[in-house]
């Protein structure tokens, strides 16, 4: 039988059995009659120790060689593991020059080198951890979402709207060499989205409770260690939901059951980012988990960062955005447990938040998720259900004609509504410590770079 390295290292059952297992070399070691390999085929980090006797050949057994074993699984001496496999026959499959190998045996590569070969770093120990935490956060989330009651949407990548008003668009034109004149293959711009909010709302007025969660595109000219150009996007929209406060609240449950959910399915994983990148991270992570989450006004935000003016580059000021210095001073003025900021001036946010109606202050009903170690992690609001201050709205930021969609949403059973969206990258720094966000996304692409 063929048997992935995890299958391998849990059968406890096939012991005796005679298996085939396939992978890559991760370590090679030889004693006086015995060669010792690890295999390692990126189905756990733990890679299952293959015992050789001295009749093989260990010349082609190179570090990063990819190679099928056969043999019996038997019963370790070690102490590491508790099967390993006894080789009766190793084929190489491709060699590996390890001299000319980016990645060096025993070696710990820092993050920044390993990101400079996005084809061969998955073949590392931390990436590897990584990439497979990222792949059971989306299995979880899914799975929140699902117990939760939540229908889910493929809102489109390709669409005519500019859902935050930031201009932070690419556009999609096909190649001139198709036979449709510029601007012509939709009749209209079209772009690829930076959020799928909008067609969200449209289908929370037929589901009440919806979800997406997919790739979100920014032309923002940002080489910060929290942007990309490319990211993924998780986004909810609820429909009868008359306060902030409820919206918080399924927000902090998608933190804390994802993160539980994950924790318990690969707790190897997420233990060796820790300690990779920073063991303090474990404890701070059990912290978040652990306490209920904050809410300041935003007016209060900056009542604080006031107080401490003396520490920023920024001066804070009512009416100004929050920099990332403050992000990260009222994350640590909370005593690093997760903080909702709430009702921004409305000249901050876009559109479609919806008013508060408190005077000369003007603000609206939005809320951000700060993090320890990010910021920012989720940005969301009640949305303007009502018909004539959307209308309002729409006109004022010169939107009337392209929305009215949107507004009819408003004339056709409208509902108190609101929802987020949670940056999954930044999602993953936060709960794996990791400093920057292209370690956390298989192939990263940002200013100057699109490699592969
Ligand atoms: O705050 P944002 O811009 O909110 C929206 O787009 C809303 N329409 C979402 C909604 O309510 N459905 O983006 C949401 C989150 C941010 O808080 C951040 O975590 C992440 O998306 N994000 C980015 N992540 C990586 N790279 C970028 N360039 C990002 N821009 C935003
Ligand atoms: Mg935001």
Redesign the pocket.
């Known amino acids: 039988v063929k048997l992935s390295v995890r299958d391998a290292l849990r059968s406890h059952g096939a012991l005796g059995e005679r298996v085939k297992v396939q992978g890559w070399i991760r370590s090679t070691r030889s004693q006086k009659e015995v060669l010792f390999l690890h295999i390692n085929d990126g189905s756990s980090l733990e890679s299952l120790q293959v015992v050789a006797d001295s009749s093989f050949d260990n010349r082609e057994l190179t570090f990063g060689s990819s190679v099928e074993v056969q043999g019996q699984l038997v019963k370790s001496p070690a102490k590491r593991q508790n099967v390993e496999l006894k080789a009766e026959k190793i084929e190489v499959i491709g060699n590996c020059d390890a001299k000319a190998f980016p990645i060096k045996y025993k070696e710990k590569h820092p993050l920044e080198y390993l990101r400079q070969y996005p084809h061969l770093r998955c073949r590392t120990n931390v990436l590897g951890s990584i990439l497979r935490v990222r792949s059971e956060a989306t299995a979880a989330i899914h799975s929140f979402f699902k117990d939760s009651g939540f229908v889910h949407i493929h809102t489109p990548i390709i669409t005519s709207n500019d859902?935050?008003g930031?201009g932070?668009l690419f556009c999609v034109e096909p190649l001139s060499k198709i036979n449709v004149p510029k601007g012509k293959f939709f009749d209209v711009p079209a772009f690829l989205t930076?959020?799928?909010?909008?067609h969200?709302e449209v289908m929370a007025g037929a589901f009440t409770q919806v979800f997406t969660f997919g790739p979100?595109f920014?032309a923002?000219n940002?080489q910060s260690r929290?942007?990309?150009?490319?990211?993924?996007?998780v986004?909810?929209?609820i429909s009868f939901v008359e306060t902030l406060q409820d919206l918080m609240q399924v927000m902090e449950e998608l933190f804390k059951t994802t993160t539980t959910m994950i924790l318990s399915n690969c707790p190897e994983d997420v233990e060796l980012c820790h300690k990779y990148i920073d063991p303090g991270q474990k404890d701070r992570l059990e912290h978040m988990l652990k306490n209920n989450f904050l809410t300041i006004s935003y007016t209060e935000a900056v009542e604080i960062l006031k107080q401490a003016s003396q520490n920023f580059t920024f001066t804070p000021e009512w009416g100004a955005d929050l920099q990332t210095e403050h992000e990260k001073y009222l994350v640590q003025h909370c005593g690093n447990i997760p903080v909702f900021i709430i009702n921004y001036p409305r000249a901050l946010k876009?559109f479609?938040m919806r008013d508060n109606e408190d005077g000369p202050q003007h603000t609206v009903a939005a809320v951000?998720?700060l993090v320890p170690g990010?910021g920012?992690?989720?940005?969301?609001?009640l949305r303007e259900e009502r018909y004539h201050f959307l209308e309002q709205q729409l006109a004022r930021s010169g939107l009337t004609e392209a929305y009215q969609w949107y507004l009819d949403l408003r004339q056709f059973g409208s509902v108190p509504h609101?929802?987020?969206?949670?940056?999954?990258?930044?999602?993953l720094q936060c709960i794996l410590g990791i400093a920057n966000?292209k370690d956390v996304i298989p192939f990263p692409r940002f200013t100057h770079s699109c490699l592969l």
């Open positions: 859902c935050e930031a932070e930076v959020s799928g909010q909008l969200l979100t920014r923002e940002s929290r942007h990309l150009a490319e990211f993924y996007m986004e909810a929209e876009p479609y951000d998720l990010v920012e992690l989720f940005g969301g609001s609101g929802g987020f969206g949670m940056g999954f990258e930044r999602y966000i």
